[in-house]
């Protein structure tokens, strides 16, 4: 079965440059929502997207943003990064709320380093 | 603002073992989810618990839920090494998860 993919993979910045994480849902999906998970921490939520609308914001810096666009594929881009952004960032879909699913499924993870 | 506290936070067991990991959180939800995370590897989807009283086994893993007490359990049945990974139960707040701290779990020969 089709999985949620992201990519890359694995990314290296310095500070105060940008980045662009891709996250490509399961087919039929159109709920997205990215988290952030730290070194030792639990998965943080960040921000979410229905029908290519934002539908809840989390703890998301202002130097993040985030879009849904019309193939349903969501794209979270990070500027003037900074140390502590270094984390898996885990993109997660789902059928959406008002499908009556709830399961979210989780990407395999962008793994963020800054130096 | 929905708090959701894991307990213990690290758990280490000789194989053959049983053990409960706890999950309490602070508001009503209906729905909560229990996930196993290798070492820098992505969540993967253990239990989805959608009702009051629920229970679900997999192998060596049985989770329940107690909406009342706002309670849920992972129990382990005689631990196997296979086993050794973090566990986060998540808790479903308008749509986006709540995570407890994670429980890491070593299963020792």
């Known amino acids: 079965a089709a999985g949620v993919i992201q990519s890359p993979r694995h990314l290296i910045k310095e500070k105060r440059e940008t980045a662009t994480l891709k996250c490509y849902p399961i087919p039929r999906h159109d709920t997205v929502y990215w988290y952030q998970q730290g070194p030792g921490q639990d998965p943080q939520f960040l921000i979410s997207?229905?029908?290519?609308?934002?539908?809840d914001k989390g703890s998301i810096p202002d130097r993040f943003s985030a879009q849904q666009f019309s193939d349903y594929h969501s794209e979270l881009n990070m500027s003037s990064l900074e140390l502590g952004d270094s984390a898996l960032y885990f993109c997660a879909s789902s059928l959406g709320v008002y499908k009556n699913s709830y399961e979210q499924y989780f990407g395999p993870g962008t793994r963020l380093t800054v130096t | 603002e929905l708090k959701v506290e894991q307990n213990p936070l690290f758990l280490s067991m000789q194989e053959g073992k049983n053990y409960t990991i706890y999950c309490n959180y602070s508001?009503?939800?209906?729905?909560l989810y229990w996930y196993r995370q290798d070492p820098g590897k992505s969540l993967e989807s253990l239990f989805v618990l959608l009702s009051n009283g629920a229970v679900k086994q997999e192998g060596r893993l049985m989770a329940s839920l107690d909406t009342k007490a706002r309670l849920s359990t992972l129990h382990i049945t005689a631990a196997v090494h296979d086993l050794s990974a973090t566990y986060f139960c998540?808790?479903?707040?308008?749509?986006?998860?709540?995570f407890g701290a994670g429980t890491i779990l070593r299963v020792k020969s």
């Open positions: 508001t009503t939800s209906d729905r």
């Open positions: 997207f229905y029908e290519k609308m934002q539908s």
């Open positions: 998540a808790v479903d707040n308008g749509n986006k998860l709540v």
